[in-house]
């Protein structure tokens, strides 16, 4: 299994109520709605953000790193704040239909920034408007009486019937609240070069609702948190193989188990690509007359087995156990994964946990098999 991760190169948050404000260093992106009770923005008001990834980024891992594999991409933002959410509030991610500026703003600052995107602007205040007086084929946007803006975006391309380019995810009361949603299509088009990449918009489905019991404000960690948790592109691709070879290594048929990690060297730097063995063998042997010891001779783990990664410090999953996307490999010598270290935070601990089920018995092994990502 793979996952690849990278970063954004720049966000920000727009916000009808302040349409000509900047908010590019925010250490929050937010997609809300509530209802204003401003002399001058009476009435309901909402903000989307606004995130791009480097191009050049995206089109290396698609072509030498998933290299023809079906691939699956995910955008990920990790919640900072979440209120006034109904039973299932929807959010909504479309491909942005033309460039923006980041700027170098910060929310309710005095005075103001006005030196990239917002409500109104593209670029800055007065430079660059995002509603042009028409709109190209397949795109759209929204119109606010009196405070025209707010992005633009696609809803379809010529390709629209074979991969829709719109994204949408619903958040239950009770649910996960972090953002983890399938971009793919909106990928493969800016990959085939059907539209170009601006990055995404996020937003509230339903905006702009007069109503005091729907005030549903989501907020987000951004590129600059000073946190673990800045938003990112997960692109996950399946590169499971069982291949033994001649190799007459048994596969392991009964519990309880005893797992070991090798080629671990306990650090790494973000640029590290490892390939870990799972090594593995019966905890109490059955007697045999051997020429070498039964403790000594390695055994591959059951198709079923998968792999997981832990931040220590906080017991989280970086990335969780996945039937498609995590699943052991093995070849001649025994059962192994590889792990890129590009998607996790530099200066921190990690654990890794493997999962595998033997006669209908799961079991999940945690021997605090540790690493490290420095800078490097």
Excluded at 95 to 103: C, E, L
Excluded at 218 to 242: A, G, N, Q
Excluded at 282 to 308: D, G, I, K, V
Aim: glycine share 6%; with cysteine.
């Amino acid at each position: 299994m793979a996952v690849y991760k990278i970063f954004p190169t720049k966000d920000a948050t727009i916000y009808s109520t302040y349409p000509n404000e900047n908010t590019g260093l925010d250490e929050i992106i937010e997609c809300s709605t509530k209802i204003e009770s401003f002399t001058d923005f009476s009435g309901p008001q909402t903000s989307r953000f606004l995130i791009q990834f480097d191009s050049t980024e995206i089109n290396d891992i698609i072509t030498n790193k998933v290299s023809g594999s079906t691939f699956q991409t995910n955008l990920r933002c990790f919640v900072a704040d979440m209120t006034g959410l109904n039973a299932d509030t929807s959010i909504d991610v479309y491909p942005i239909s033309g460039t923006w500026n980041m700027g170098t703003g910060r929310y309710d600052t005095i005075p103001t920034s006005s030196n990239g995107v917002s409500w109104l602007w593209r670029s800055s205040s007065g430079s660059n408007a995002w509603i042009p007086n028409t709109l190209s084929n397949y795109v759209t946007a929204s119109y606010l009486a009196g405070n025209v803006g707010g992005g633009t975006w696609y809803t379809g391309s010529n390709e629209s019937t074979v991969l829709p380019i719109t994204s949408s995810t619903t958040f239950t009361f009770y649910g996960d609240k972090d953002i983890d949603i399938n971009v793919t299509n909106i990928v493969k088009a800016w990959t085939s070069g059907t539209i170009s990449n601006n990055g995404f918009i996020v937003k509230q489905t339903n905006e702009f609702i007069n109503d005091l019991a729907y005030q549903a404000q989501m907020k987000f960690f951004s590129r600059d948190t000073h946190t673990i948790y800045p938003p990112c592109l997960e692109f996950r691709w399946r590169d499971y193989v069982f291949n033994t070879g001649s190799s007459s290594t048994t596969i392991l048929n009964n519990l309880p188990v005893t797992i070991t990690l090798a080629e671990n060297p306990g650090i790494f730097y973000p640029d590290s690509i490892n390939r870990f063995r799972v090594n593995s063998r019966p905890t109490y042997p059955p007697r045999n007359f051997l020429t070498s010891s039964e403790y000594t001779r390695n055994y591959y783990l059951p198709t079923a087995s998968y792999y997981a990664i832990k931040d220590l410090a906080t017991d989280e999953y970086v990335i969780n156990f996945d039937t498609q996307y995590t699943q052991l490999s093995a070849d001649s010598t025994g059962s192994y994964f590889t792990l890129y270290m590009n998607g996790l935070e530099p200066e921190r601990y990690y654990k890794i946990l493997i999962q595998t089920t033997i006669n209908g018995s799961t079991q999940v092994i945690d021997d605090n098999y540790y690493f490290k990502v420095v800078n490097g």
